[in-house]
């Protein structure tokens, strides 16, 4: 039995956490992939447990994140994590929650997602501006 399997680790479900964590749709994931996607086989991606090494990677590429985050991410170890950094009182013991142990700047993260996010769109739309020139060739001949 392989770790992941150990761990029930489900990489569909994670890669649809990461999407949606970075606010990308099934069609632009799809998009992202190539002609043989489409928003239904993402959905159908998502809800397999094992994904195949080089779609993983595809996917990890597209969503500027490693494919090991994929491969590895566990919500139970990250509960863990989460309820092991953080503590529910105040220093004069009232109820509240303060982060200690902060792993990165939460305002950079929304600012790299943000630009991420704008990149995407920005390929897209140059792609759609592209398709729309050969079809505006294809007519006028």
Known sequence: MT?????????GRN???????LGIKQDA???ELGEDWSQKKISLLEQRESIE???LKQVAEILHIP????QNFDEEQAVNVISNTFTCTD????????NFHPVFDPVEKIMQIHEEKIALYERMLKEKDEMM?????????
């Open 3 to 11: 770790n992941s399997a150990a761990r029930n680790i489900h990489q």
């Open 15 to 21: 890669i649809k956490r990461f999407r949606e964590m």
């Open 29 to 31: 994931l799809a998009h």
């Open 53 to 55: 090494e080089n779609i």
């Open 67 to 70: 494919v090991e985050a994929i």
């Open 91 to 98: 220093f004069k013991g009232n109820a509240s929650v303060m």
């Open 133 to 141: 020139a050969r079809l505006e060739r294809l007519i006028s001949k």
